[in-house]
């Protein structure tokens, strides 16, 4: 069984959302998280000259924007290898310690869960 197969069905949907995002806005990562109440936050990576945001901080600042009060999962879809600490971090500062990080690959298969910490 592949890691994305133990993932639960709304496990599953995030890692969906973020690989949808990424191939939609041809970006280095998407990411989604979903919030306390079940609403989705999407995003892609940020990069402008004078702002640079990883797909999660964006999907994170996008849930606080719209008011959300906790996060109950998060998903990156990137070439990746690893989750940075600051995207952790993150995901801890609204979620808390031990909110699942899952980081898969650009073809959905998740090769890493972490929790934020």
């Known amino acids: 069984m592949t890691e994305s197969?133990?993932?639960d069905a709304e496990d599953?949907?995030?890692v969906t959302?973020?690989?949808s995002a990424r191939a939609r806005n041809g970006v280095a990562e998407g990411a989604a998280?979903?919030?306390?109440?079940g609403r989705t936050y999407v995003a892609g990576t940020v990069s402008l000259d004078s702002l640079k945001l990883s797909a999660l901080r964006t999907a994170v600042a996008m849930a606080v924007a719209s008011g959300a009060e906790s996060l109950e999962a998060a998903a990156v879809v990137s070439a990746g290898e690893s989750l940075s600490s600051e995207d952790?971090?993150?995901?801890?500062d609204l979620g808390?310690?031990?909110t699942p990080v899952f980081l898969a690959g650009p073809d959905g298969e998740v090769r890493v869960r972490a929790?934020?910490?």
């Open 17 to 19: 959302l973020a690989r």
């Open 33 to 37: 998280v979903r919030d306390e109440t």
């Open 5 to 7: 197969a133990a993932l």
């Open 96 to 98: 808390g310690a031990g």
């Open 115 to 117: 929790q934020a910490s």
């Open 88 to 92: 952790l971090a993150a995901v801890r």
């Open 12 to 14: 599953r949907k995030i």
